[in-house]
T-cell receptor, first 109, second 112 residues
Framework: GQQLNQSPQSMFIQEGEDVSMNCTSS?????WLWYKQDPGEGPVLLIA?????ELTSNGRLTAQFGITRKDSFLNISASIPSDVGIYFC?????????FGAGTRLTVKP | NAGVTQTPKFQVLKTGQSMTLQCAQD?????MSWYRQDPGMGLRLIHY???????DQGEVPNGYNVSRSTTEDFPLRLLSAAPSQTSVYFC???????????FGDGTRLSIL
């Protein structure tokens, strides 16, 4: 089956720092999605990517769909305390949506 | 604007019991799905539906049944609960399988 490898598993950063996380796979995906999950809630969509090479921003967040269609990254610039949470990548292909294991982000004020 | 509503929020079952997790959405989305979330494993797709009357298996379907009699509702049934089914279950809906999914707040299920 298609597996997603998400890294890093966790990050501890200082407020104001930039953050980068990524997902890789041995399989090709046609869509990459990035979600954020707060405690006790369901994931909420941050960015959706539909074309290889696509670079999309949403405020301080920027994500890219890798040119090989096997990877994607998410950058957060100038982190703030409310960025705390778990970030998930998700890849879609042939009616199959796979999620990474998540990156747990802690931001120290 | 309710979005995706899941009930119950918490449930404790004994091994062998059956139960139904409810999911309803008010966005007229054709695509609905169920995931389970276990520590360190992200979300894994259990079953999905591309429209009323149509369901299919995801990555981890064993021990679960679904039905889709209406566009709005997509219940998940545990036929005979096992401790391995202890997890947090999320229902999601979207315009299509590769479109952004709207998630409910989850049902935390413990099987003793």
């Amino acid at each position: 089956g298609q597996q997603l490898n998400q890294s890093p598993q966790s990050m501890f950063i200082q407020e104001g720092e930039d953050v980068s996380m990524n997902c890789t796979s041995s399989s090709i995906f046609n869509t990459w999605l990035w979600y954020k999950q707060d405690p006790g809630e369901g994931p909420v969509l941050l960015i959706a990517l539909y074309k290889a090479g696509e670079l999309t921003s949403n405020g301080r967040l920027t994500a890219q769909f890798g040119i090989t269609r096997k990877d994607s990254f998410l950058n957060i610039s100038a982190s703030i305390p409310s960025d705390v949470g778990i970030y998930f990548c998700a890849g879609y292909n042939n009616n199959d949506m796979r999620f990474g294991a998540g990156t747990r982000l802690t931001v120290k004020p | 604007n309710a979005g995706v509503t899941q009930t119950p929020k918490f449930q404790v079952l004994k091994t062998g019991q059956s139960m139904t997790l409810q999911c309803a959405q008010d966005m007229n989305h054709e695509y609905m799905s169920w995931y389970r979330q276990d520590p360190g494993m992200g979300l894994r797709l259990i079953h999905y539906s591309v429209g009323a009357g149509i369901t299919d298996q995801g990555e981890v379907p064993n021990g679960y049944n679904v039905s889709r009699s209406t566009t709005e509702d997509f219940p998940l049934r545990l036929l005979s609960a096992a401790p391995s089914q202890t997890s947090v279950y999320f229902c999601a809906s979207g315009k299509g399988p590769n479109q952004p999914q709207h998630f409910g707040d989850g049902t935390r299920l413990s099987i003793l």
